[in-house]
């Protein structure tokens, strides 16, 4: 079996002391699997769509989904040429116990602040924050629903999980194939060890619960 990953930094195991614990990990290990982790810390709702197009051209067995907030952008970031979550950055600095990890935009976008696409990226962030829910839920909805029909399209097998409780309804609207695990709402039962993620606890019972997904439904 080939399973892959495509979430942020939960899915990718930000915070934990070893990449063992990471559920996926721990779900692979179970089923003795081939594990290709495509998670990014810090990615938006539409950069995991990117990793979903990437997912289904490895044709694996079965495609695992951790969503993220729909407060995110992305932007290139200049340093690596990579493509990374982007929050407006005033809005880290009056969150910085939660967002303590986070880069900047600033920095991310380093000097190239007067650029068209520094501008793009600036705005597009900002509009997240200052539109309203129901719009900025329904292009959450949308990314989702592509990332769905995608893999569907694809016939390969596919599990979501929203890592924020308050999007479940929204994806339970999208598809059947999900699992309720909001691992950021619950990660103040046992943060990892950067105090910022959930810990190994919570990536075990989140693993169950995909195993037993798995062992009922693919």
Same mark, same amino acid.
């Given at each position: 079996m080939k399973i892959i990953a495509c979430g942020d930094s939960y899915t990718l195991g930000e915070g934990l002391?070893?990449?063992?614990?990471?559920y996926i990990n721990l779900v692979a290990n179970y089923f003795n699997a081939e594990i290709i982790n495509l998670s990014q810390s810090g990615a938006s709702e539409f950069l995991i769509t #990117?990793?979903?197009? +990437?997912?289904?051209?490895?044709?694996?067995?079965?495609?695992?989904? &951790?969503?993220?907030?729909?407060?995110?952008?992305?932007?290139?970031?200049?340093?690596?040429?990579w493509w990374q979550g982007f929050i407006v950055a005033n809005w880290i600095q009056k969150n910085k116990k939660s967002y303590r990890n986070w880069v900047l935009s600033e920095q991310i976008l #380093?000097?190239?602040? +007067?650029?068209?696409?520094?501008?793009?990226?600036?705005?597009?962030? &900002?509009?997240?924050?200052y539109s309203e829910e129901k719009v900025i839920r329904r292009l959450w909805k949308s990314a989702v629903a592509l990332q769905y029909t995608i893999i569907n399209n694809h016939n390969i097998n596919q599990i979501h999980f929203c890592?924020?409780?308050?999007?479940?309804? #929204?994806?339970?609207?999208?598809?059947?194939?999900?699992?309720n695990f909001p691992l950021d709402n619950l990660k103040h039962k046992e943060f990892a060890p950067d105090g910022s993620h959930a810990g190994p606890n919570l990536h075990k019972l989140l693993a169950k619960k995909l195993i037993n997904h798995i062992n009922q439904f693919h």
């Open positions: 002391s070893n990449l063992k614990q990471v #990117d990793q979903v197009e +990437k997912a289904v051209k490895q044709k694996p067995d079965l495609i695992i989904i &951790g969503h993220t907030s729909e407060y995110r952008w992305q932007v290139r970031d200049k340093r690596t040429g #380093d000097n190239t602040r +007067k650029t068209p696409e520094h501008y793009a990226a600036w705005h597009a962030a &900002g509009m997240l924050y890592c924020f409780d308050h999007l479940q309804n #929204d994806l339970e609207c999208i598809t059947n194939k999900f699992i």
